[in-house]
């Protein structure tokens, strides 16, 4: 069963890295798994694979290239040979960045986003503001709520909420 | 290596005619590299000469604490990826020549004679599979130097290797154990 499940995951799953780990702890060190690549007797013996590839023994007599590359350096030289490109970054290191981009991101986009404002201001925090709305009461189920009023700074709106009593 | 390192630094101080000693001393392990992702001998030989005019006009950006012969094979392996990319004339070269069941005069003037068997199993393979199973065969790479060379992680070349086993391994079963058999035209 467990095998099945691995089997199933290995062609599921396209990340490598947990590919390889399915390789490593389990095709190549469960017996029913090792046997089945044992069915066809010599596929691990890699002389046979070898009979499949090409090896460079088999061009030991190839005539010398050195003619062809340099007609080749002279045709790049006059067509304006480009160097290579190297890679910025290891693989790793370009993943680190492109999550740590994509965290800056998120952590402005929730700086910013309208709703992001922390909760009701309690007393001590509210600061005298010019108040162009006034609120005399408001009660809560018979009793008197406590109420806040916030005027934004830029925006030109006002904000008013209540909560009742703790008892 | 040493003596590469000499060599290297005799070229890049303008002594260009000791650039010939790495094109002999290579090219029989870049054409097979060649051979084994493009499976064509003049597609392969114009790769391997690209690879090596490459290597001799970029000869200032290698670093030297490297292998030259890793350096060398990560670009044949990108002229030759490129190349299959451009042209994906790959499966179509060995599906016509199946058909046909004739040796080209190409393989012929190089001397090589093609085999059923590199026909039917080396095709059921990606070209990175082809890469990481020729470096590992010929040159006796490990997952993580052949990850260097295919400039990807240690673990999509060891998954690489096991997938182009695997397939083998079913290439074989399907073709009942097949001994290797010479095209004749």
């Known amino acids: 069963m467990m095998c099945r499940i691995y089997k199933l995951l290995f ?157 | 290596m040493d003596d590469e390192r000499l060599i290297i630094s005799e070229c890049l101080e303008g002594n260009a005619g000791r650039f010939d000693v790495l094109i002999i001393r290579y090219q029989s392990a870049i054409f097979a590299l060649g051979m084994n992702i493009l499976g064509d001998p003049d597609e392969a030989m114009d790769v391997c000469q690209d690879t090596f005019a490459q290597a001799y006009i970029n000869l200032h950006r290698f670093d030297m604490e490297r292998k030259f012969k890793n350096w060398l094979l990560g670009i044949a392996v990108k002229r030759s990826l490129d190349r299959i990319r451009k042209k994906k004339s790959f499966l179509a070269f060995f599906d016509r020549y199946a058909r046909e069941g004739k040796t080209s005069d190409h393989f012929k003037t190089h001397g090589i004679e093609e085999s059923v068997v590199f026909r039917q199993f080396l095709k059921q393979l990606n070209p990175r599979e082809r890469t990481a199973l020729s470096l590992k065969m010929n040159e006796g790479y490990t997952a993580k130097e ?25 290439a074989y079963t399907a073709a009942g154990k097949m001994e290797n058999t010479e095209v004749k035209p």
């Not at chain 1, 062609?11 to 090792?34: D, E, M, W, Y």
């Not at chain 1, 916030?150 to 909560?163: L, P, Q, S």
């Open chain 2, 146 to 170: 052949i990850a260097e060379v295919l400039r990807c992680s240690e673990n999509t070349a060891y998954v690489h290797l096991f997938k182009a086993k695997q397939k083998i391994k079913k």
């Open chain 1, 11 to 167: 062609r599921l799953v396209p990340v490598k890295g947990v590919q390889a780990r399915i390789i490593r702890n389990h095709f190549q060190v469960c017996p029913s798994c090792t046997k089945e690549m044992e069915t066809v007797e010599y596929v691990n013996d890699e002389t046979a694979i070898k009979e499949v590839i090409f090896s460079p023994a088999q061009f030991e007599n190839l005539d010398s290239m050195v003619p062809g590359v340099e007609e080749k350096i002279r045709q790049m030289r006059k067509a304006g040979a480009k160097t290579l490109k190297q890679p910025v970054l290891f693989p790793v290191l370009r993943w680190a960045m492109a999550g740590a981009a994509a965290a800056v991101i998120i952590i402005l986009g929730l700086t910013f986003f309208p709703g992001s404002d922390s909760g009701p201001v309690t007393d001590t925090q509210m600061k005298p503001i010019e108040q162009d709305v006034f609120v005399h009461y408001i009660k809560t189920r018979n009793n008197y709520a406590r109420t806040f009023i916030v005027k934004e700074k830029k925006a030109k709106r006002t904000f008013i909420w209540f909560e009742k009593h703790k008892t």
